[in-house]
């Protein structure tokens, strides 16, 4: 009886109470309490969440939760274990469409909740995707590849060359476009690894997820994963890009550059923004508007990708703070890093107690860069002392690389070479925008509640 | 027919659901301000809402059917009123534990069991009225019950959740929400479906209304209560009237559904004696696009010229007479079929449809039928529908129309209805299953513990009906009773009672008929708090006042709070008067009015002690003054 799945997520008092009476998760039953008697389903319980009850789904749909010491019998009824299973509708192929494929990596961008749990099972086969979102059917022929099953925050180096070898063969399979599914959280880290890792692809690579998962009616997830599809079949820019929401109202997605674009708010749907620049363009389910012009075309002739899948991992981002101890940067030289990036304050500067710290990094062969935790602006250490005193002491400036693209261009830079100038060279020779000549007027747009202007906009164009 | 139609013949059950905001100072899932409402907003949101599978792999019915709608959602925010939570760009904020202590003390009050520990739910709502597409809901209590007559009425439960957006407008592919009531706490009542005649579902609701308002923890006013009502007769099916402002119209609209349901099981009756199942029953849908100028009739030429609209015809075999039965008193099923197309398939220009079996006058003429009938083939047997629209709104309109036909051979369909003033019903949506409920997985459980509910117990107000008996015990008439049993002076009224010096009569009549009368000649009442109250009982309990000067002296302190009494009825010279002059009060006043003649001598007596009552004001109590006049009258 002592079985986990049957006692899934309790522990303690509750799960002996569920072995006592011999109950199970999933039981349909019928429990005695000093409030009086119910009947329901045993749900799993959350393993974070207390031993003292036991919760029950009732035949309403609410679920509640009974304190185990009101608890005097439980009889089990039934038992109905929820099925995972999403319906498969097959999806119909056309020769006239593009061939899109899709990279799952673990973010739930077509999914549906477990009524009975809560939890959340994804769709995945073209199949479930048809049956989740049937408006894919009048864009692409759909063919879909499960990487990886990963929250986001877990996707590392390892997934990046895994996802680049996957994408160079999946184009040189032919596929008109490359779609990859994945969590939001990294999803820019991940767009700049795959931008250094893929060079010079024939066709667009879309990275798309979903800041509302696609089990509430509100969920931005069909909608991204429409637009990523008519983007990866259909548009022009053979390049990495993000496709996530534009506003936060259900309008259009924008297309950002790999190496520029970041999560900029926890929690809103239009939280991707292109830092420094302008995005790409702007796609909704009828067009595509290209916004900017410099883009790597797409190619129909060739199939060929230069695949770089390399990654040093010994390599650490240091976000300044004031009164930094020397300790931080001294602890990741004796733990053998090859790379640091700072995050500096303002133009790129940290306090003068760091300085021999630095010396010795640099000296004993770290190679250290300079990025502004401002995110907007460029690095600019000859505008005060401070900034060349850290250069002679060995620290490189990015220009306007941004620290996460940093830390992963350093990365993938060493992955490939140590050699100092060589790394310097690579570090400073942008692949794709991650160091722009110039910033353009309309590069840097922080919105300020509170302004005239603003409150005009509002005003006037309401989202 | 209608006026000889008795529920409770067809075994009518009914229950309600009770929606009343809360007091809380701020929203249930966010820390905005509550109830802060404005016509007002600063910026407007887009959104879309789409269904999501069900358990099962299929989609719930109304979910399906508000995403055939395909409706624009237009969110109007307001800075002062929401934050990023109500757009739904923010997840839930720890739910306010104000609200759920009021809950819990409205589910004691209830007699209902306290939950163990608070899940949170989504329960789906496609219809745009929450950005998230769900309303956070939770149960507090349940398995509570209410005294009625001589029975008890069951709550099923008490759940706690946030209140949803206000509708702006509602035209054809928009639809425009205000934001500034959403996630407003309130508080859900169901009761069991104990009531058994109409009159019963009023009453109930008046019993549950009383005891939320006597918590003092309840909103007021406009748009602070809403009441659903469910109605079901034997072989019909559980109707859901919707979000009904008012008790006093409780009893019509539970009549006429209850009507509507017997009648829909006679157009049951009706189309399976004609067609025997309803597989046997066949819709057909036609384009008239072709032929749609060759048509008369001023409602099709508008939509045609004016609107730019297309024609499309269904053509329903084998029913004719479907079209003209009545469902509501003076409402056939054309129009559940014209409700179901305005609300699926947008066609919200009313009339909305023309039909076959319209001999109002307002139907077709003989060319027009002529045409429909040759370009649909209507057989004798058959009858046809014309609707106007775009054409992607006309073929859901079409499909709907068959739908909801083949429905009507299983007799009622599971509805939410709408209330109208008349106290008919309009189609609002399909009443949603429990596959609509899930649990929201943004926010944890919370353990209540005994200690929290017991503090919680320790402190509750007496109920209503407790406190009713109570009144009447101490020889209060019931009617009084009940009105201070329930009004917001219930606690003062029990407290002064405690003290034992004045009459409970007296503090009964001071505590409503007087303050009532007060009010209406503009005397500010509520100026007066607890203080003031027991003061004036010190007063009533020392003889410093008579019940004959109380009015006098309250309507004095309301407007004057900050005075002692003492000092006003001394000034004013309104203490009691010695007997003794009392007495000559009452003599000379007697010798001025000798003269006077009466038509009925022996009224005298109490003609004095009318002018001498007037002429004391309360100096002297009416008993008093009664005897001094008797004593007076014998004199002479």
């Given at each position: ?26 039981g ?14 045993i749900l ?8 003292q009850?036991?919760?029950l ?40 469409k593009a061939n ?10 077509a999914?549906?909740?477990?009524y009975?749990?809560?939890?959340v099972?994804p ?7 048809y ?24 996707i590392g ?51 798309v997820?979903s800041?509302?998962?696609s ?97 040093d ?26 790379g ?40 600019q250490?000859?505008?005060?002392d401070t ?15 941004l ?33 722009t000549?110039r ?16 409150d005009?906009y509002?005003k006037?164009?309401k989202? | ?6 529920p ?7 229950g ?26 600063d ?9 999501t ?23 109007l ?19 306010n ?13 209830l007699n ?8 949170i739910?989504?329960k789906?709502?496609?219809?745009g009225?929450?950005?998230t ?18 029975r008890?009425?069951?709550i099923?439960?008490l ?16 639809i ?27 009453e ?6 009383d ?26 099916c ?8 008012r ?9 006429h ?14 189309l399976i ?11 057909d ?20 010229h004016?609107?730019?609209a ?12 479907l ?26 220009h ?27 083939r ?14 992607e ?10 739908a909801?036909?083949e ?51 320790e402190?509750?107000?007496p109920?209503?009906w ?11 008439s019931?009617h ?5 049993s329930?009004?917001?002076?219930r ?7 405690e ?31 607890d203080?003031h109250?027991s ?11 008579y ?13 004057h ?14 203490l ?9 009060t ?7 009015n ?9 009224n ?26 008797q004593k ?5």
């Amino acid at each position: 009886m002592d079985n986990s799945e049957d006692l899934k997520g309790y522990r303690g008092t509750a799960r002996n109470l569920l072995i006592a009476h011999k109950a199970r998760v999933w039981g349909d039953v019928v429990v005695q309490t000093t409030q009086g008697e119910f009947t329901g389903i045993i749900l799993p319980r959350s393993e974070t969440a207390d031993d003292q009850h036991v919760v029950l789904k009732l035949p309403n749909g609410y679920n509640i939760g009974l304190r185990v010491d009101t608890i005097h019998k439980i009889e089990e009824v039934g038992y109905k274990k929820a099925h995972y299973k999403i319906p498969e509708k097959t999806f119909p192929t056309n020769p006239l469409k593009a061939n899109v494929t899709l990279l799952g990596t673990g973010g739930t961008i077509a999914s549906r909740l477990d009524y009975r749990t809560g939890a959340v099972i994804p769709a995945f086969s073209p199949g479930e995707l048809y049956g989740a979102v049937p408006e894919l059917v009048d864009i692409c022929n759909l063919n879909t590849i499960k990487l990886y099953g990963e929250f986001s925050e877990n996707i590392g180096p390892t997934h990046w060359m895994g996802i680049a070898k996957a994408v160079a063969e999946h184009i040189e399979a032919g596929a008109d476009g490359i779609v990859i599914g994945h969590g939001t959280d990294t999803m820019h880290h991940t767009a700049a690894a795959l931008t250094f890792m893929i060079q010079d692809p024939p066709v667009p690579v879309v990275m798309v997820g979903s800041q509302r998962s696609s089990d509430r009616p509100s969920s931005d997830a069909a909608l991204n994963l429409i637009n990523a599809c008519r983007t990866a079949g259909y548009s022009d820019i053979a390049e990495v890009l993000v496709c996530m929401f534009g506003p936060t109202s259900d309008q259009y997605d924008l297309l950002h550059r790999g190496t520029r674009v970041r999560k900029m708010h926890s929690s809103y749907r239009s939280t991707f923004r292109t830092i420094g620049e302008r995005p790409m363009a702007r796609v909704s389910p009828s067009e595509i508007v290209y916004i900017r012009e410099d883009y790597h075309k797409r190619r129909r002739d060739d199939r060929s990708v230069k695949l770089f899948p390399y990654f040093d991992e010994r390599v650490g981002i240091v976000y300044y703070y004031p009164n930094m101890k020397p300790n931080v940067i001294e602890s990741m030289i004796d733990n053998g890093y090859k790379g640091i990036i700072i995050a500096g304050t303002g133009l790129g500067h940290v306090n003068k107690p760091l300085y021999p710290a630095l010396k010795r990094a640099c000296e004993s062969g770290i190679h250290v860069y300079m990025t502004v935790q401002t995110l907007w602006g460029y690095v600019q250490m000859f505008v005060y002392d401070t900034g060349r005193d850290i250069m002679d002491l060995g620290v490189i400036p990015t220009d306007n690389m941004l620290p996460e693209v940093a830390y992963v261009k350093l990365g993938w830079v060493l992955g490939q070479t140590h050699d100092r100038e060589e790394v310097k060279k690579l570090m400073l020779t942008p692949v794709s925008d991650e160091i722009t000549e110039r910033e353009p007027i309309d590069g840097y747009l922080v919105m300020q509640g509170g302004l005239p202007e603003m409150d005009y906009y509002f005003k006037s164009y309401k989202r | 027919m209608e006026a000889n139609f008795d529920p409770t013949a067809y075994k009518m059950k009914s229950g309600l659901e009770v929606h009343h905001q809360i007091y809380t100072k701020k929203k249930l899932f966010c820390r905005c301000p509550a109830g802060l409402y404005s016509t007002h907003h600063d910026a407007e949101v887009l959104r879309h809402m789409r269904p999501t599978l069900s358990e099962l792999g299929e989609y719930d019915g109304t979910a399906l059917m508000e995403f055939k709608t395909k409706k624009n959602v237009i969110y109007l925010l307001d800075r002062q009123s929401v934050c990023t939570y109500e757009m739904d760009d923010t997840p839930p904020f720890p739910i306010n534990q104000e609200a759920i202590d009021i809950a819990i003390e409205i589910a004691l009050l209830l007699n209902c069991k306290i939950v163990g520990e608070v899940h949170i739910a989504r329960k789906q709502y496609l219809d745009g009225s929450i950005p998230t597409g769900f309303q956070r809901t939770t149960i507090i209590g349940w398995d509570g019950w209410i005294p009625y007559k001589d029975r008890k009425v069951g709550i099923i439960q008490l759940a706690l959740e946030e209140d949803a957006c206000r509708e702006v407008s509602d035209i054809q592919h928009t639809i425009t929400y205000r934001t500034d009531r959403l996630s407003m706490p309130l508080i859900e009542v169901v009761t069991a479906p104990d009531m058994k005649t109409p009159q019963e579902v009023a009453e109930v609701g008046r019993v549950i209304g009383d005891l939320l308002r006597c918590t003092g923890k309840v909103r007021r006013g406009i748009g602070s209560v809403r009441q659903d009502v469910n109605v079901s007769i034997e072989g019909g099916c559980r109707v859901e009237i919707k979000g009904v402002p008012r008790i006093p119209l409780f009893p019509t609209l539970v009549y006429h559904e209850a009507f509507r349901q017997h009648q829909l099981l006679h157009i049951r009756d009706f189309l399976i004696g004609k067609l025997t199942s309803r597989e046997h029953f066949k819709g057909d849908i036609f384009s008239l696009a072709d032929q749609q100028d060759r048509f008369h009739h001023p409602l099709i030429k508008e939509a045609i010229h004016d609107r730019g609209a297309v024609l499309k015809g269904i053509a329903l075999r084998g029913v004719k007479g479907l079209l003209n039965a009545t469902t509501q008193p003076g409402l056939t099923f054309a129009h559940e079929i014209s409700e179901r197309i305005r609300v699926i398939a947008c066609l919200d220009h009313l009339p909305n449809l023309i039909h076959t079996e319209d001999h109002s006058g307002l139907g077709l003429d003989l060319e027009d039928m002529k045409l429909v009938t040759n370009s649909m083939r209507l057989k004798p047997d058959d009858c046809g529908v014309l609707v106007w629209g775009s054409i992607e709104d006309t073929q859901t309109a079409a499909q709907e129309i068959i739908a909801r036909v083949e429905e009507a051979f299983d007799g009622v369909p599971h509805e939410t209805r709408q209330a109208r003033r008349d106290g008919l019903t309009d189609f609002e949506r399909i009443l949603p299953g429990p596959d609509r409920m899930y649990p929201d997985t943004d926010s944890p459980p919370t353990a209540l513990t005994v200690e929290r509910i017991e503090i919680i117990r320790e402190k509750l107000p007496p109920q209503p009906w407790v406190m009713q008996e109570q009144f009447v015990q101490e020889g209060i008439s019931p009617h009084v009773a009940h009105e201070l049993s329930t009004s917001p002076n219930r606690l003062l009224a029990l407290k002064l009672m405690e003290d034992k010096g004045v009459s409970p009569k007296l503090i009964a009549w001071a505590l409503t008929e007087l303050q009532k009368s007060l009010k209406r000649k503009q005397v500010p009442i509520a100026q007066l708090n607890d203080q003031h109250w027991s003061k004036i009982n010190d007063l009533v309990k020392n003889k410093r006042i008579y019940r004959e000067g109380l009015p006098n002296l309250i309507a004095y302190l309301a407007h004057h709070p900050f005075d002692d009494p003492e000092d006003f009825l001394t000034a004013q010279n309104l203490l009691p008067l010695p007997p003794t002059v009392l007495a000559q009060t009452v003599a000379k006043i007697s010798e001025q009015n000798v003269q006077v003649k009466l038509y009925k001598e022996e009224n005298r007596p109490k003609v004095l002690m009318g002018l001498v009552m007037h002429e004391l004001r309360g100096r002297a109590s009416g008993e008093q003054i009664w005897l001094c006049v008797q004593k007076q009258s014998q004199k002479r």
